[in-house]
């Protein structure tokens, strides 16, 4: 049972717009959520973060949106760059320690 | 320089001979992990530790051992690797109780079981 959902496996965005990618989650313990990103060739970096406990967390281009009654976060890149061509992973955890649950990924293309 | 190092990067092997991936971090990091990843199927964690002598299944253990013996490294061992186990493989690691959760990724092992 997939407990963390990206159900977009792609998305093309035109330079200079903004980027959303979506993540569902199932549990309602959850209460940590994280977003990575992964170029090729290369392990996956921590972008950005959510507690349960806020509805946004805004870092540079970068803003994580959190709907806790939908079970639904979104990430928000604006204004999108050629550098942001990646597969980004949305993950939650159940506290600060516990495992790390992650999605299947995303793969924005970022179009000149 | 805070790094995660997996070795080999790259390992071609055939079925039943075991082989050990080896993983270190230098960030004295108490938690360890390690994750595969397969196409369509993103990250799936294998095992996981959340210190020395500590440890606990993932989602897909099967197949898979590992130890802590040290605080810096977390080997991966596959006794008796099978061609379902070709994959990529990530260890990842980051400081217990850390406010934002974030994890460490090494650069990947891609094994290919022939």
């Known amino acids: 049972d997939q407990q963390v959902k990206q159900n977009s496996p792609s998305l093309s965005v035109q330079e200079g717009r903004i980027s959303i990618l979506n993540c569902d989650y199932t549990n309602s313990m959850f209460d940590y959520f994280l977003w990575y990103k992964k170029y090729p060739a290369e392990g996956p970096t921590f972008l950005i973060s959510?507690?349960?406990?806020?509805d946004k967390n805004e870092d540079g281009r970068f803003t994580v949106f959190l709907n806790k009654s939908a079970k639904h976060l979104s990430l928000h890149i604006v204004p999108s760059q050629p550098g942001d061509s990646a597969v980004y992973f949305c993950a939650a955890s159940k506290d600060r320690d516990d495992k790390i649950i992650f999605g299947k990924g995303t793969r924005l293309h970022i179009l000149p | 320089e805070a790094q995660v190092t997996q070795n080999p990067r790259y390992l071609i092997t055939v079925t039943g001979k075991k082989l050990t991936v080896t993983c270190s971090q230098n960030m004295n990091h108490e938690y360890m992990s390690w994750y595969r990843q397969d196409p369509g199927l993103g990250l799936r964690q294998i095992y996981y530790?959340?210190?020395?002598?500590?440890?606990d299944k993932g989602d897909v253990p099967e197949g898979y051992k590992v130890s802590r013996k040290e605080k810096r490294n977390f080997p991966l061992i596959l006794e008796s690797p099978s061609p379902n186990q070709t994959s990529l493989y990530f260890c990842?690691?980051?400081?217990?109780?850390?406010?934002?959760?974030?994890?460490?990724f090494g650069e990947g092992s891609r094994l290919t079981v022939l």
């Open positions: 530790s959340m210190n020395v002598e500590v440890t």
């Open positions: 990842a690691s980051r400081l217990a109780g850390q406010n934002t959760g974030e994890l460490f």
């Open positions: 959510i507690s349960s406990i806020k």
